[in-house]
């Protein structure tokens, strides 16, 4: 991986036997399970995200997304402590058949401290047609707005964080490469 993806970016599959397969992880907000809160939780904040694989290719593919840690960590805070994952809460991806121009969500919820959510590391490792996948990173944060990683204007709300250290890297590596 040369750059980690900020939260409201599509990644494409660098494989040929993965040709028009995407993810994203996007929509990062505070938010509770519908079935409520675990009791591992308390005293945490909750948050809430959601991972979409998008198929543009001619092919479907088996997707696989419902094991943590396996398909999926989520990490906050500078020194990335692991992040309580509601299981129970999120939905899940299981041998679900993605169909050329069709698209899948998931819901994860996480919860860590309030301090600690104004940096979030979130991997994604799914199982495609039953075999381990590379992983995709994505950085974010509470905040930190989606739009506020654009090439358009920039959010007014959003605050110095490593979202915006990605933005700013991201935009010199594309000086660069012009």
Known sequence: MDVPNVIGDWQEYQS????G?????????????SRGRDDDAKGLTYVSFQVTFENRGSEYYSIDLSEHPEHFEVRAGRDGHEAFVDVYGSSRIKKYNLYPQ??????VYAAATPAMLKQIDIQI???????????YHWVGGLGV??????T????????????NEVEQFLKGAASDET
């Open 21 to 33: 397969l995407r993810v994203r992880v996007h929509r990062l907000k505070k938010a509770t399970p």
């Open 145 to 150: 707005h989606e739009g506020s990683t654009r």
């Open 125 to 135: 490792a799914p199982e495609i047609d039953e075999d381990a996948v590379f992983g």
């Open 152 to 163: 358009t204007s920039r959010a007014s709300t959003a605050k110095p964080s490593v979202a």
């Open 16 to 19: 040929d036997e993965l040709a």
């Open 102 to 107: 069709r698209r899948v969500t998931a819901v």
